[in-house]
C-alpha cells in the first residue's frame, strides 16, 4: 500500500481546453455542474485515431470511443454527475481515447428511455456496462477503469466496491458516502431492489449548501451506515479534491477515504491531490488536473 500526494507539474502531455459549466439543480438546491473535461476549440495532438459505436446492449444508454489499434485495448467507463446526459462521458470520450485506451461514455439519466431524475439509480445498470465491455473482440476486459466526478463519484465507488473487474478509479471532488436523490427523500441509489444507505442533508435551506453537507457528516453513525466500501476496490484510486469547495467538503471527504484506507491496510496505491478553487476547479488548475487522469490510467490499466 502506497499513498502519495502529489505536487508540482507532471510531464507534459497534449492538452486541450477545458471548461468547467455553470450551477444545475442537486438535491432541491443549487449545485455545481462538475464537467472540467469538456470539449475543445483546437486540434489534439494524439497518437491514436478512434471512432464512435453507439451501443446496443440490453437498456444500456452509452457510446463505445474505439481508438483504432492492431490489439486490444484497456477501457474506462465514463459518466457524469448531477448533470446527467452524456456530457461529461463524451468529454472524456474525446481527451482519453486518443491515447489508445478505449472509452464507454454512459448516461443514467436524463437521456431517452432512462429516468429524467436522480433518483432510485440502480447499480445493476452500472453493472451492466462492465458486462457489454466483456462481449467486445476489441477491449481487453481485464483492464477496465471508471472515471467520474461530484455526485458521479458515488456510482463510481459503488461499483468498483461491487465489482472486481473495476481495476482503476479516478474521480474529482469525491464523496465518501452516498446521498440522497435529487427529487424524493430516499437513496438516489439502488441494489437487488433495495436502497443503498444514504445522508440526507441536514439546516434548512437558508444555510450554505456546503454547510448542509458538513452538518450531515457530523453524525458519525449515519456516515458509518452509508460509507463505501473502500477497502474492497480492485485497483489504484485517484482523487482530486477542492480545498474551497462551495458545494461539498470535497477535500474532507477525501481526506477521511485517505485514512479509511490506511485503516483497512489497502493494498493499492492512493493519491490525492487537492486544489485550492471551488468544486468546479478552473481554468489555470484544468490542464493539470486533465493530465493527472490521462497519465492515472495509462499508468493503471
Not at 115 to 133: G, K, M, N, R, W
Amino acid at each position: 500500500m502506497v499513498f502519495t500526494r502529489r505536487s508540482g507539474r507532471l510531464r507534459r502531455l497534449p492538452v486541450v481546453q477545458l471548461h468547467c459549466l455553470q450551477r444545475a439543480n442537486f438535491m432541491r438546491v443549487k449545485s455545481a455542474l462538475l464537467i472540467f473535461f469538456f470539449y475543445s476549440c483546437t486540434a489534439m495532438a494524439a497518437e491514436f485515431e478512434y471512432q464512435i459505436q453507439t451501443v446496443n446492449y440490453k437498456n444500456l444508454a452509452a457510446k463505445l470511443y474505439l481508438p483504432k489499434s492492431d490489439h486490444k485495448v484497456p477501457v474506462v467507463i465514463a459518466f457524469g454527475g448531477s448533470d446527467g446526459g452524456f456530457n461529461f462521458g463524451d468529454a472524456n470520450g474525446e481527451m482519453i481515447a486518443p491515447y489508445g485506451i478505449a472509452v464507454l461514455a454512459v448516461a443514467y439519466f436524463k437521456s431517452e428511455g432512462l429516468p429524467q431524475t436522480l433518483d432510485h439509480i440502480p447499480l445493476e445498470y452500472f453493472v451492466s456496462a462492465i458486462d457489454f465491455l466483456e462481449t467486445s473482440d476489441s477491449i481487453d476486459a481485464n483492464r477496465i477503469g471508471v472515471i467520474s466526478g461530484s455526485r458521479g463519484s458515488e456510482p463510481a465507488f459503488l461499483l468498483a466496491a461491487l465489482d472486481s473487474r473495476i481495476k482503476s478509479v479516478a474521480v474529482a471532488v469525491p464523496s465518501e458516502v452516498a446521498w440522497y436523490g435529487s427529487t424524493t427523500n430516499s437513496s438516489a441509489w439502488t441494489l437487488r431492489g433495495k436502497d443503498i444507505p444514504a445522508l440526507s442533508l441536514e439546516l434548512d435551506e437558508s444555510a450554505p449548501q456546503v454547510s448542509r453537507f458538513e452538518a450531515a457528516l457530523k453524525n458519525k453513525d449515519n456516515v458509518r451506515k452509508a460509507m463505501f466500501a473502500f477497502e474492497k476496490i480492485n485497483g489504484p484510486i485517484l482523487m482530486v479534491s477542492a480545498l474551497n469547495d462551495q458545494i461539498w467538503p470535497s477535500y474532507q471527504m477525501a481526506n477521511d477515504i485517505e485514512n479509511y484506507l490506511k485503516e483497512h491496510h489497502f493494498r493499492f496505491q492512493v493519491t490525492h491531490k487537492s486544489y485550492s478553487t471551488g468544486h468546479g476547479f478552473s481554468k489555470d488548475t484544468a490542464p493539470e488536473i486533465k493530465q493527472m487522469f490521462i497519465e492515472h490510467f495509462l499508468h493503471t490499466l
